[in-house]
């Protein structure tokens, strides 16, 4: 309730400093592509069914022709001592939280991007060189990346991550969802290995209903929330967990799509360029005035 | 319209101490670039997937160009509000402008990860992103500055062009050329002096609506919608501080009177600019009520407390006394404390409220990051006092002046 009028008034107040820049907010057409399809796919991950055998993250970095150790390494159970995020070089990592009682199994939770519905990169690219695709997926274009790490700023995920030990061509490493193994009707690579069955890939709006549907089966396994179905505008990638998602360290976020009033701002003081045109005309009028007014005194 | 005054170069010694001081800076700043250049952003920088921006962004990026500010305000007063008076002032101003951008441009491409694609904007658009705007207005106004930069070098070359060996015979040509050049620039230069007002206003505005973008990852106390008109309000109350300082420096350095009347002229103009950025700021955080988190003490309260208290609050006194506004130490005082309220405030916007949900190493500027923004600074500090030992833009009473007239001009 608090939150909501919290935003209802964060609007006005986007609105009026948009007017008092001189302007009234209007959307222009979006460059980059951001394609809401219906039929969108999404990955339903069940942190209660997730063993941590951290074979996605092996499959992941095999798809992705990232150097890695061989399968059997990954059985280590000690690098869930330290709390991971994805970086250049894992795409996606398991972490650990521990049971809060005796009897219960840990907590292991998958972690890669979200592929936003709205996603904060998409927006804030200087270039447009992330873009979201029919199939769900948030893709980024090495051909346009200029490396400013603005995506990074703005992802309220922190999953971009960035090669910044390589002098020339460092890029931009995120989770892809193995947009060419699905265009070619396989598929993601995390999916396909999970021996659990935690992760169930299809459409997003399937998915959302079986979420629900678990979650009124089994009422005492999951907590009534599926984490991603309404965050930042809703994700791909949505979580069911026994606890709150606090507590598994992701991020509390709002129900408005990531970009937020920047857009309605920027297209506030852009719009059709109105603004910066009216206050050229004006500023020139200004201008003119006092050079004659200057002109009269001294003729005077 | 020939005044006492008159800018012209002015004839002293290049090196002095300080001045070794600073090319000692400004090389071991270069070397850091080249290093940077060589092994990539992670050799030089304490950066990190949860920290993508540094200083580099907080302070050579943001706070350059809002200490660039006094280009586009004392355009605005000299000639187009054309107060003639305020003359004096308007070329320091505009070299200090062209000086602190083309070194914004320079710290942009030195942080892109690929600087050597800084002109993929110019064809690949994204009307979304605010970045985009402020990257493409920044560019325009940069060739914008330059434009309006020209007039001053073809003043002091005209009738002077001494080309060396066998290119003697291109002297009255590139006179023929640079008067030419010097017609039509004044004829037209009025569009550009609108357009660098234009384009301030909108970059300086936009530069405050990059960070609302991270939404919850920004403090509050910093996070609001109306970033933009504050960024915009604190830059133009910054623009005039910057002229007072730069000018009571200057004079200092080269032994020269300061022109106190014209700076204790725009020095009263200070107080109700910063009052009115005050009073948005004061506004803004009673209307989102998030003076609740100055009851805690930590870094961001105690930071934002001196941002307003010894940033904003303390130099308003100092300016809206009528004493102090007319004693060069007063001016001087006040000067510095807006200029250094509204670093704080940019370094506060892009590091200091900046809380990225997982953060292993909190980030802190590295010996590399620091010493890029001093050799950055040193540099610029060397071009100052370069151009104007080389161009006439320092106004100095003409008796000592070389002659610097000549026939187009004056006319």
Known sequence: MVNESRRKFLKLTALIGASITGLSPRKLKAAPKNILDKNRMGVLVDTTACIGCRKCEWACKVAHNLPTLPLESYDDRSVFRN????????LTVVNEYPAKRQEE?????????MHCDHPACVSACIVGAFSKEE?????????????CRYCMVACPFQIPAFEFNKAIQPEIRKCDFCFQRTKEGKLPACVEICPMEALTYGKREELVKIAHEKIKLYPERYINHVYGEYEVGGTSW????????????FPKLGKNPAPGVTEAIQHGIFAYFVPPVALYALLGVVMWINKNRKKTVEAE | MENFMKPAPISKKFFTPGVIILTGFAVIGLIIVLIRLLFGLGAVTNLSNQYPWGIWIGIDVAAGVALAAGGFTTAALGHIMHKEEYHVVVRPALLTAMLGYTFVALSVALDLGRYYYIWHPLIMWNGNSVLFEVGMCVMIYLFVLYIEFLPIVTERFIGRVNLPGFLKV???????????LDRTLNKVMFIFIIA?????CLHQSSLGTLMVIAGPKMHPLWQ?????LLFLLSAISVGFPMVIFESLITSKSFGLKPELKVLSNLGSMVAPMLGIYLSFKIGDMVIRKTFVYLNEINIESILFAIEVVVGIIIPLRIFLSPKLIKSPVGLFIGSALVIFGVLLNRVNNFIVAYNPPYKFTPYFPSIGEIGVTLGFIALEVLLFRAFVMIFPIVSVPQYITPQTKFSVRGA
């Open chain 1, 83 to 90: 709390m991971r995020r994805p970086d250049d070089k894992a």
């Open chain 1, 105 to 113: 199994f840990p907590i292991n939770v998958k972690i890669q991007c």
């Open chain 1, 135 to 147: 199939i769900g997926a948030v893709v980024w274009d090495t051909k346009k990346c200029i490396g």
């Open chain 1, 238 to 249: 949505m979580y069911l967990a026994n606890r709150d998602f606090v507590e598994l360290q």
């Open chain 2, 170 to 180: 291109f002297n009255n040509p590139v006179d023929k050329f640079l008067r030419l």
């Open chain 2, 196 to 200: 660098g007002v234009v384009l301030s």
């Open chain 2, 224 to 228: 609001t919608p109306i970033l933009p």
